[in-house]
């Protein structure tokens, strides 16, 4: 029931109003039919409120006069003066119908729609419109409701809430005392709740819940309406679901038509159609109407149907302080529908402004002066004051007449970087990320009772509200009664879980013990597919994991992660044992350790996942994983020395022993022959250099690793410090030191420096759009006794499917075949979007799959210059991509290949 809740928990909060005198009413068309939702402003004191689904309105306000005004989209508003004493005033409103002309002058020579005119303007002035509030406190009043239409039968006998206190909470089990109830087509919920709410640029946020009363089930109360808040149609994503019209790129997915004009007060409203290019789950479409010579939105009436079903949402703007238009009225309704499940929801808010503050460093545009008299009263227009070249490039831009697309996205960088540079400088430069939203429930919030509710509900109740505020009421009076009675009556006692059977469920499927105060003991159970593996070196591998750790007060902790296994056919005991002692939290100071016996990749660990190998092994008889045997032991210390600056020493030992098939196994083909546990590489083949083969050896080396992140962000929990990525690259630098023994019949020891340098980053480029990149580079200093466990690896994945979703791999050649001990060159480039080719097509343009085209280079002594490009979906189904790549060696055409991706990770 969660997912019913999080609709309504969206845009804002609230405090008790001052109690007073009343206005209400109810608010119609010409027809006599109400207005669900319309908007009652208040002037004065900058507040509003709704209407019910009904048209009725009630707003309680001090005595004295007012103007207030009633609007509602696509009816013209109503201004009423207002003079409040001691009675209530009854005050039936009738919106008359808005009609839009199309003005002669928005006839253009060009043929243009004026539409597109209009639109590059509002684009290229939205970051200026998203940045013009430093600090905003305001306190509404939300009301939202719900209508259960339909409930599958097979899901209907599973559909029981259990109800207590001022909630109806979900079944759980349990033995509280609880009265169970079936929820079935026709039942309504409702809540409502004040709070109150403060804004802080850039990107703060604190809600005070104050009173809450709500017929939810319990789990609502876990949904954060934060997401929506911080949602700005100025935004170039509304709220991570879809792309806003208003968006950089709101030209390549978005056709806008002119509607018209209508004049209000001293203002002309522009009406512009909001058509998608294609059906999509990620795009709106709708209306929206724009304030001539502002540029600003004036109201939105916007819907996006998705995999829940269809949202509308609907606000209406209003110059609330200083020029500045702010939403004074949210509407959202949804008709949810999926899996056979239906249900209407909606809610309304009455929001009161009580202090705005303009961001008096970002200085507004020359051309964006206008009288406000009349409108909203104690409205002032800043100075203005031309600040810098950029603005005055600003002001250039927007004194023509028509913007090009150019022009455009030139005016929305300009302003975005205007908008930067107005913060201050302990914000600009702080590079720790914070809460951006705080939340505080007042004690008792969900306590207060009807005669509270009665006095400052400024949006009436409908019929289905009161009714599901009736059951809920009923159920809480049978358990009051009910608690009481059970007071009297002697209380059995909870019988113990049987101990055996404990046990055998700790031991089967794991289980965590606290000991004492920062004491844990964690087993990994015997019972997990994941522990179940298979090679024809070992055969069958099976065993389980512990961890033990301990955390004291100043956070400083020591680990240790035990694993062990038994591998059947070879008869050997695989086990390995790490640990590490981290302290000094804001350095990120660690030392560790590695040791163990273990049955090791050739391929360093980045070739086939092991599931994977096991599943074609047993199922299609192709050991792709070559292995050997490593008795290991390696020390390190890790630390950062500054922020985004990490540096990690280590040394290690190795005895490593060439390893052979020892399982023919397969519940298939048995008739086939396993391949030997040999990689199939140019430097291993016939007439090759024998120092390059594999062979027992002792092995030592020493191990420099440095990455640095300029400008790396960061955030704190439970004070200990979390990187959060950058908007520069991260480069990465290693030089290891190796000892091999290349004779062991002669004793004798090689020495060899390798360097191998690095540059890699991910970044969001646009609406759902992303590009990844990897550059590297390494070689050696001698290489002439390497053997073929110390060259350089790469990531090849020639099998059809993969279930770990690689940024750096190469999707054809064999296994191993690309690993080399020169020189090399290495390059993975990945752009990902929305919209490319397919999904320009009907059938798949409303999924929310993303398109993504791949390059990937490599250049060593046997693939000179060897090019992949590929193209893929992924997204499918959420968890799952397909693609085709082709294969190219010194640009001519060599192999192509099908790849299906499963991204568990």
């Given at each position: 029931?969660?997912?019913?809740?999080?609709?309504?928990?969206?845009?804002?909060?609230?405090?008790?109003?001052?109690?007073?005198?009343?206005?209400?009413?109810?608010?119609?068309?010409?027809?006599?039919?109400?207005?669900?939702?319309?908007?009652?402003?208040?002037?004065?004191?900058?507040?509003?409120?709704?209407?019910?689904?009904?048209?009725?309105?009630?707003?309680?306000?001090?005595?004295?006069?007012?103007?207030?005004?009633?609007?509602?989209?696509?009816?013209?508003?109503?201004?009423?003066?207002?003079?409040?004493?001691?009675?209530?005033?009854?005050?039936?409103?009738?919106?008359?119908?808005?009609?839009?002309?199309?003005?002669?002058?928005?006839?253009?020579?060009?043929?243009?729609?004026?539409?597109?005119?209009?639109?590059?303007?509002?684009?290229?002035?939205?970051?200026?419109?998203?940045?013009?509030?430093?600090?905003?406190?305001?306190?509404?009043?939300?009301?939202?409701?719900?209508?259960?239409?339909?409930?599958?039968?097979?899901?209907?006998?599973?559909?029981?809430?259990?109800?207590?206190?001022?909630?109806?909470?979900?079944?759980?089990?349990?033995?509280?005392?609880?009265?169970?109830?079936?929820?079935?087509?026709?039942?309504?919920?409702?809540?409502?709740?004040?709070?109150?709410?403060?804004?802080?640029?850039?990107?703060?946020?604190?809600?005070?819940?104050?009173?809450?009363?709500?017929?939810?089930?319990?789990q609502g109360n876990e949904i954060s309406p934060m997401d929506f808040i911080e949602?700005?149609?100025?935004?170039?994503?509304?709220?991570?679901?879809?792309?806003?019209?208003?968006?950089?790129?709101?030209?390549?997915?978005?056709?806008?038509?002119?509607?018209?004009?209508?004049?209000?007060?001293?203002?002309?409203?522009?009406?512009?159609?909001?058509?998608?290019?294609?059906?999509?789950?990620?795009?709106?479409?709708?209306?929206?109407?724009?304030?001539?010579?502002?540029?600003?939105?004036?109201?939105?009436?916007?819907?996006?149907?998705?995999?829940?079903?269809?949202?509308?949402?609907?606000?209406?703007?209003?110059?609330?302080?200083?020029?500045?238009?702010?939403?004074?009225?949210?509407?959202?309704?949804?008709?949810?529908?999926?899996?056979?499940?239906?249900?209407?929801?909606?809610?309304?808010?009455?929001?009161?402004?009580?202090?705005?503050?303009?961001?008096?460093?970002?200085?507004?545009?020359?051309?964006?002066?206008?009288?406000?008299?009349?409108?909203?009263?104690?409205?002032?227009?800043?100075?203005?004051?031309?600040?810098?070249?950029?603005?005055?490039?600003?002001?250039?831009?927007?004194?023509?007449?028509?913007?090009?697309?150019?022009?455009?996205?030139?005016?929305?960088?300009?302003?975005?970087?205007?908008?930067?540079?107005?913060?201050?400088?302990?914000?600009?430069?702080?590079?720790?990320?914070?809460?951006?939203?705080?939340?505080?429930?007042?004690?008792?919030?969900?306590?207060?009772?009807?005669?509270?509710?009665?006095?400052?509900?400024?949006?009436?109740?409908?019929?289905?509200?009161?009714?599901?505020?009736?059951?809920?009421?009923?159920?809480?009076?049978?358990?009051?009664?009910?608690?009481?009675?059970?007071?009297?009556?002697?209380?059995?006692?909870?019988?113990?879980?049987?101990?055996?059977?404990?046990?055998?469920?700790?031991?089967?499927?794991?289980?965590?013990?606290?000991?004492?105060?920062?004491?844990?003991?964690?087993?990994?159970?015997?019972?997990?597919?994941?522990?179940?593996?298979?090679?024809?070196?070992?055969?069958?591998?099976?065993?389980?994991?512990?961890?033990?750790?301990?955390?004291?007060?100043?956070?400083?902790?020591?680990?240790?992660?035990?694993?062990?296994?038994?591998?059947?056919?070879?008869?050997?005991?695989?086990?390995?044992?790490?640990?590490?002692?981290?302290?000094?939290?804001?350095?990120?100071?660690?030392?560790?350790?590695?040791?163990?016996?273990?049955?090791?990749?050739?391929?360093?660990?980045?070739?086939?996942?092991?599931?994977?190998?096991?599943?074609?092994?047993?199922?299609?008889?192709?050991?792709?994983?070559?292995?050997?045997?490593?008795?290991?032991?390696?020390?390190?210390?890790?630390?950062?020395?500054?922020?985004?600056?990490?540096?990690?020493?280590?040394?290690?030992?190795?005895?490593?022993?060439?390893?052979?098939?020892?399982?023919?196994?397969?519940?298939?083909?048995?008739?086939?022959?396993?391949?030997?546990?040999?990689?199939?590489?140019?430097?291993?083949?016939?007439?090759?250099?024998?120092?390059?083969?594999?062979?027992?050896?002792?092995?030592?080396?020493?191990?420099?690793?440095?990455?640095?992140?300029?400008?790396?962000?960061?955030?704190?929990?439970?004070?200990?410090?979390?990187?959060?990525?950058?908007?520069?690259?991260?480069?990465?630098?290693?030089?290891?030191?190796?000892?091999?023994?290349?004779?062991?019949?002669?004793?004798?020891?090689?020495?060899?420096?390798?360097?191998?340098?690095?540059?890699?980053?991910?970044?969001?480029?646009?609406?759902?759009?992303?590009?990844?990149?990897?550059?590297?580079?390494?070689?050696?200093?001698?290489?002439?006794?390497?053997?073929?466990?110390?060259?350089?690896?790469?990531?090849?994945?020639?099998?059809?499917?993969?279930?770990?979703?690689?940024?750096?791999?190469?999707?054809?050649?064999?296994?191993?075949?690309?690993?080399?001990?020169?020189?090399?060159?290495?390059?993975?480039?990945?752009?990902?979007?929305?919209?490319?080719?397919?999904?320009?097509?009907?059938?798949?343009?409303?999924?929310?799959?993303?398109?993504?085209?791949?390059?990937?280079?490599?250049?060593?002594?046997?693939?000179?210059?060897?090019?992949?490009?590929?193209?893929?979906?992924?997204?499918?189904?959420?968890i799952g991509e397909a693609g085709v790549y082709f294969g190219f060696e010194d640009?001519?055409?060599?192999?192509?290949?099908?790849?299906?991706?499963?991204?568990?990770?």
């Amino acid at each position: 029931m969660k997912f019913f809740i999080g609709i309504f928990l969206i845009i804002f909060v609230s405090v008790p109003f001052s109690h007073g005198q009343i206005i209400k009413g109810k608010i119609t068309d010409k027809s006599g039919e109400p207005i669900k939702y319309s908007t009652i402003y208040i002037k004065e004191l900058k507040q509003g409120t709704t209407s019910n689904t009904k048209g009725y309105y009630e707003i309680k306000l001090p005595s004295g006069q007012y103007t207030v005004i009633y609007q509602s989209l696509g009816f013209e508003p109503v201004y009423a003066n207002i003079r409040l004493s001691e009675n209530t005033i009854t005050k039936d409103i009738i919106l008359p119908v808005q009609y839009y002309e199309i003005p002669e002058v928005r006839v253009t020579a060009s043929g243009e729609d004026p539409a597109y005119i209009i639109m590059r303007k509002v684009i290229g002035m939205a970051p200026y419109y998203l940045n013009n509030v430093s600090y905003y406190k305001a306190d509404v009043y939300l009301k939202g409701n719900l209508l259960i239409r339909k409930i599958p039968k097979l899901v209907q006998k599973s559909m029981k809430v259990r109800s207590s206190g001022n909630t109806i909470s979900a079944s759980a089990g349990g033995k509280s005392k609880k009265e169970e109830k079936t929820i079935k087509e026709g039942d309504s919920f409702m809540m409502e709740s004040f709070n109150e709410m403060e804004f802080t640029a850039p990107d703060k946020y604190f809600q005070k819940v104050i009173s809450v009363n709500s017929t939810f089930p319990d789990q609502g109360n876990e949904i954060s309406p934060m997401d929506f808040i911080e949602a700005s149609f100025y935004q170039p994503v509304i709220a991570d679901m879809a792309i806003s019209p208003l968006s950089p790129a709101a030209f390549s997915h978005y056709n806008f038509k002119y509607l018209g004009a209508s004049a209000q007060g001293n203002f002309m409203i522009n009406k512009i159609q909001i058509i998608p290019k294609r059906k999509s789950q990620q795009l709106f479409e709708g209306t929206i109407y724009i304030i001539e010579d502002l540029w600003c939105l004036h109201s939105v009436d916007l819907t996006n149907e998705n995999l829940m079903g269809k949202i509308r949402v609907q606000q209406l703007y209003i110059p609330v302080q200083d020029a500045i238009w702010m939403p004074v009225s949210h509407k959202f309704e949804v008709n949810l529908g999926i899996m056979g499940f239906k249900a209407d929801a909606g809610y309304g808010s009455s929001v009161k402004y009580i202090e705005v503050r303009p961001n008096t460093a970002l200085k507004r545009p020359e051309t964006i002066t206008t009288d406000y008299s009349g409108l909203s009263g104690n409205i002032t227009n800043p100075p203005y004051t031309v600040s810098s070249k950029d603005k005055q490039k600003i002001d250039k831009i927007l004194k023509k007449n028509e913007l090009s697309n150019r022009d455009m996205v030139k005016l929305a960088g300009l302003i975005e970087k205007e908008s930067k540079r107005t913060l201050p400088d302990s914000i600009r430069n702080n590079l720790e990320i914070k809460e951006k939203v705080t939340h505080v429930l007042e004690k008792d919030a969900d306590k207060k009772d009807s005669s509270y509710w009665a006095k400052i509900r400024p949006i009436p109740l409908s019929e289905v509200d009161i009714r599901s505020i009736r059951v809920r009421d009923s159920i809480k009076a049978r358990l009051s009664s009910a608690e009481t009675k059970s007071d009297t009556l002697p209380q059995a006692g909870n019988k113990k879980e049987n101990k055996f059977l404990r046990s055998v469920r700790n031991i089967g499927f794991g289980h965590s013990w606290n000991w004492k105060p920062g004491i844990k003991l964690t087993f990994g159970g015997l019972i997990d597919a994941e522990k179940l593996r298979f090679n024809t070196v070992d055969g069958f591998v099976y065993g389980t994991d512990f961890r033990f750790s301990k955390t004291w007060k100043n956070k400083n902790s020591l680990s240790f992660y035990p694993d062990i296994r038994w591998a059947f056919s070879r008869e050997q005991l695989i086990w390995r044992l790490s640990g590490n002692y981290s302290f000094g939290i804001m350095k990120q100071k660690q030392i560790f350790f590695r040791t163990g016996i273990e049955s090791k990749d050739i391929n360093n660990g980045v070739g086939i996942n092991t599931l994977l190998n096991s599943a074609t092994s047993l199922l299609l008889k192709k050991n792709y994983l070559k292995l050997y045997e490593a008795k290991h032991l390696a020390l390190g210390y890790r630390t950062e020395i500054s922020n985004g600056l990490d540096i990690e020493l280590s040394a290690g030992y190795e005895d490593r022993r060439v390893l052979s098939n020892t399982s023919d196994f397969s519940f298939f083909r048995s008739s086939d022959e396993y391949s030997d546990n040999i990689p199939a590489n140019d430097y291993l083949g016939s007439g090759s250099n024998p120092i390059n083969a594999l062979r027992n050896q002792e092995y030592f080396d020493f191990v420099t690793n440095v990455t640095y992140t300029p400008r790396q962000r960061y955030r704190r929990k439970n004070d200990i410090k979390i990187p959060e990525g950058s908007d520069w690259p991260t480069f990465s630098l290693t030089w290891k030191h190796g000892i091999n023994e290349y004779s062991e019949m002669a004793d004798k020891y090689n020495h060899f420096d390798m360097i191998k340098f690095g540059v890699s980053r991910q970044h969001n480029i646009g609406a759902f759009s992303k590009i990844n990149w990897i550059l590297r580079t390494g070689g050696y200093l001698n290489n002439t006794n390497l053997t073929f466990y110390d060259f350089f690896h790469f990531n090849s994945q020639p099998f059809p499917l993969l279930i770990n979703d690689y940024q750096d791999a190469f999707m054809i050649p064999s296994f191993y075949s690309l690993s080399t001990p020169e020189i090399y060159g290495e390059a993975h480039f990945k752009y990902t979007s929305p919209y490319l080719f397919l999904k320009l097509l009907p059938v798949l343009s409303n999924t929310l799959m993303r398109e993504n085209i791949s390059l990937s280079y490599l250049g060593s002594r046997y693939h000179r210059n060897y090019t992949e490009i590929g193209y893929s979906i992924s997204e499918i189904f959420f968890i799952g991509e397909a693609g085709v790549y082709f294969g190219f060696e010194d640009i001519k055409y060599k192999s192509v290949g099908v790849k299906f991706v499963l991204k568990f990770n």
